[in-house]
């Protein structure tokens, strides 16, 4: 029988000795870069790595809300539920500070309403008439501004609106005092849509 040449190792432990123990090596740096080289940056590389930076996204306005969280409206959206007064129960900085506000949304056409209420002004709640218009699911532009409906109960008792600038959100509610768990409801809606659910202030 041939042995073994002197070199090769022998797998089995041999007498006195304990159960042989094998070193294990971890990941690293260095061990991917003995089967891997280096790259190195060649100009050409380093020109589009600095076109591929100029094409990043600028940073987000400043507004109420973080620009990279996505942003739903209600796909269920009722035009006709969604008619009817509204009172401004919680919103967020100035208009928080502005006294009770309250609009009416009334129908005037297929997707279309006329808006008459109160609204915060530099010296205080005025009043104002405006048109308003469903542009898509939840989606309704006045004042030149596209407002989203985040979220209304089954009942249509609350609404959670705002915008995808940030710029604008608040809580409105068919009576002046908002339930507790209607409360909570909406916060929840506005922090998954990106807003600070602590910035929001009961009028």
């Known amino acids: 029988m041939r042995r073994p040449p002197s070199s090769a190792q022998d797998p089995r432990p041999r007498a006195g000795e304990g159960p042989l123990r094998f070193a294990r090596r971890s990941p690293s740096v260095a061990a991917i870069s003995e089967t891997e080289p280096a790259m190195r940056l060649t100009p050409p590389m380093l020109l589009c790595l600095l076109a ?3 094409c990043a996204g600028a940073p987000a306005a400043p507004g109420l809300r973080d620009g990279a969280t996505p942003i739903a409206s209600a796909a269920a ?9 509204w009172h ?3 919103a967020y900085g100035a208009e928080a500070r502005c006294g009770p506000l309250a609009e009416t949304w009334s129908l005037t056409g297929p997707g279309r309403y006329r808006v008459t209420g109160t609204a915060c002004g530099p010296n ?5 008439l405006t048109e308003a218009r469903v542009t898509g699911p939840g ?7 596209e407002l989203w409906v985040l979220w209304t109960d089954a009942d249509y008792r609350v609404a ?3 915008t995808p600038s940030g710029s604008f959100a608040r809580l409105l509610s068919r009576t002046p005092v908002v339930r507790p768990d209607l409360m909570i409801a909406a916060r929840r809606v506005l922090e998954f849509n990106g807003y600070d659910p602590a910035g929001l202030a009961p009028l």
């Open 88 to 90: 401004v129960a919680a």
């Open 124 to 128: 205080g709640a005025r009043a104002f």
């Open 160 to 162: 959670v609106v705002g």
């Open 139 to 145: 989606r309704i532009v006045r004042d030149g501004e």
């Open 52 to 54: 591929l930076a100029g």
């Open 77 to 85: 959206f009722d035009p006709g539920r969604f008619a009817d007064v």
